[in-house]
């Protein structure tokens, strides 16, 4: 039976999120964890560890335990798990709610089941698993029940996963390794190349969030970074253009592009002619990249719109799964029978 705090969990390999039913988004962390190596003990976890990362000396290490869609230190993912799961749920821990969770795609069914137990350690009575598209898809309060063809592509920071629905079920599908954070990566490397300035994941970040774009950007904006010269090795500062952003997006944005048109090719005829009618939505973080829907517009000419909050579509499909209706048990169920494929 549902209970009034049950939750929704989005376990991202950047960010953690907690839905609550009747309250809404309750958590927004950073999936970051702070541990003193020498030491073997944790200082801190979420936004308190994120303002840690890539600036921590000798012994202390903050590190995101989770890459590239995939667990890289299980310990951590359950101290991380652990530690987020019980703030956020706090006194209500004792009337033991129920969870539905998403996980990275690469996550495999070990791990799945590990993660259900940590989840039962943090408190909850049950934990289903929901297959990450299908959150997304229920997040955005996308129909795919009956048998028409939607597509829905999940940029997170690690991976992306471009997906067909149809008749409550994925016709055809793919999760690549490319996300937000292959676009920090390509931008490191442009500087690196063009101006010999080494700079980190963080000031990468920023700079995409600020003038990064998909698209030829149109105005003149540019911005501060500061990194290490590779020449003289010490702290350089220099503006860095629009077009110079755009310019290391290029091939990342265009390998995305290119998913996205293999999964279409793969798609039987009828449901990719729906798709050319109702287009594409684009969930996840990685979605509020400027002008990313123009591209996938420009080069498949398929209409794409991104979600209103896209880093939290995953999160709300889970809140929304806790509904028990026949359609939800039936995603659940389903999502079950995959994992164990
Ligand atoms: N305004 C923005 N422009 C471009 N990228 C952004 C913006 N806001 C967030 N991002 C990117 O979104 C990504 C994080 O998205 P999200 O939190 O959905 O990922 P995640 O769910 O943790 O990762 P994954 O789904 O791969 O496990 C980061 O790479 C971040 O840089
Ligand atoms: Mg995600």
Redesign the pocket.
Known sequence: MAQVHDIGV????????VYMRGRGIIL?E??VVAVDRDMDRVLAVGSDAQRLLGRTPGSIQAVRP?R??AITDYDLVKTLLSDLIGHAIGRRLFSRPRAVMS???GVNEIEKRSLISIMFDAGMRRTQILE?PIAAALGVGMRFDESYGSMIV????????ICVLSSNEITVGTCIPL???A??DAIIRYIRRKHNLLIGERTA?EV??NI?SAIEPTGELKMDVTGRNLVSGLPKTMAVSAAEIYDALTEPVGHFVEAIQAVIERTPPQLAADIFDEGIVL????????G?QDAVFRALHIPCAVAED??A??VLGCGRALEDTPTMRLLLNQSKRHWRR
């Open positions: 989005d376990l991202g390999t950047s960010h953690v999120l927004r950073p999936a989770l590239q869609g996980v990275p795609t990450r999940d940029v997170g920071a690690g991976a992306t996963d996300g937000g954070d676009f920090d970040e995409k969030i990064g969930t996840g973080g990685g979605a509020a990249l400027s990313l896209p880093q579509s995953v």
